[in-house]
């Protein structure tokens, strides 16, 4: 595969962002099997953004000849307040149900290498962050605390000061080239990307879009900066009747969508439209199906002519949402199909009814 080709994967939805297209290509150019990570905090069940979202993404750069790395980040969970702060339990659910949500869209450890952050860290890391926090003001770290799903008026624990500069020591320490996240955690791939120059540890950024959740997508609040209103839409486990879980049944699916907020006619922060582009129209179209009275089956090429036809009006929100949740008990079979195998490690994380 050229190198061309490489790139337009790495750039396909989900992405949202690469920064930037001539250092990747440097990348390409220079590595055969570029190292890529994304990391996550160890919390409640794995809902669609996390888990398909991230899914479709590694499987085109395991295309494009990249070498993925999910990072399961217990230490940032504790220090988040994750699973109540119980490191032991943290742990566990790391290398169990956590782990085995992404096994479940078939990356294996034959595709993808997982590395649990305490199994990392040594005295070379610890020096790391110190070096990471010495180069760095407080106020950029501050501003940077936001990567952690809070705002940054929210009162939180002195701990949290160090998050920013833990993370960015992760992706020098994995020595990797890519380093691929939510939008969410764009701050801090900055800062990293600032010293890596100076630390001769250079990489490129690779920012995928943050689904809002079912109860839509941009919220208009005046008094809220741009990043407060995404972080307040995005898809959330924490957020009652927010998120779907990967492993839902198709009855759940279902439910959840057609109590969605879909607006007529209405596009921008409409989740049901931005399921549709995201993970479902990157790379094939959707059909519509509807009765003939209502025009029959219909069928969308891309996101472009699906957001055209629907802010005309000339698809209905209900005849949408059936589409989307074909598409989503579609997507997420492999998932709920493992969990049915193997649920023990579904119990891990229902067995104390855990949100956070």
């Avoid at 160890?42 to 669609?48: A, E």
């Avoid at 220090?79 to 169990?96: P, S």
């Avoid at 007529?264 to 003939?292: S, W």
Wanted: aromatic letters at 8%; glycine letters at 6%; charged letters at 30%.
């Amino acid at each position: 595969m050229d190198i061309e080709s490489k790139i337009d994967l790495v750039k396909r939805q989900p992405t949202e962002e690469l920064v930037t297209d001539e250092d990747l290509r440097k990348i390409f150019q220079n590595y055969a099997h570029p190292k890529h990570y994304i990391g996550f905090e160890i919390s409640g069940m794995v809902h669609l953004g996390t888990g398909l979202c991230t899914a479709l993404k590694l499987k085109d750069f395991i295309a494009a000849g990249i070498k993925p790395t999910i990072f399961l980040a217990d230490y940032h969970s504790y220090i988040n307040q994750k699973l109540g702060g119980d490191m032991e339990k943290i742990r566990a659910v790391a290398n169990g149900y956590f782990k085995h949500a992404f096994v479940s869209f078939g990356l294996d450890e034959s595709k993808v290498e997982y590395v649990l952050a305490s199994d990392l860290y040594n005295n070379d890391y610890w020096k790391e962050v110190l070096k990471i926090t010495k180069d760095t003001t407080i106020n950029r770290m501050l501003r940077c605390i936001t990567i952690m799903g809070r705002k940054e008026s929210e009162a939180t624990s002195s701990a949290a000061i160090l998050y920013p500069a833990m993370q960015a020591a992760d992706i020098f320490m994995l020595d990797v080239q890519i380093a691929h996240a939510g939008m969410d955690q764009r701050k801090v791939h900055m800062l990293a990307r600032e010293l890596s120059h100076t630390y001769k540890k250079e990489f490129v950024a690779i920012h995928h879009h943050l689904l809002p959740g079912l109860q839509g997508g941009t919220r208009m609040n005046p008094n809220s900066s741009k990043e407060d209103q995404v972080l307040e839409a995005k898809m959330s486990k924490s957020i009652p009747g927010s998120a779907i879980f990967i492993h839902d049944s198709e009855d759940e699916i279902k439910a959840k969508i057609k109590k969605a907020q879909c607006p007529e006619k209405v596009v921008e922060g409409n989740p049901i439209v931005e399921y549709a582009e995201y993970l479902f129209l990157r790379d094939k179209g959707m059909k519509i199906e509807r009765p003939a009275k209502f025009g029959g089956d219909l069928e969308i090429a891309d996101a472009a002519e699906l957001k055209r036809i629907y802010s005309e009006g000339k698809l209905h929100p209900v005849d949408l949402k059936s589409a989307v949740a074909k598409e989503l008990c579609d997507a997420l079979k492999p998932s709920r199909e493992y969990f049915e195998k193997h649920a023990d490690y579904l119990q891990q994380i229902k067995a104390k009814d855990i949100t956070r």
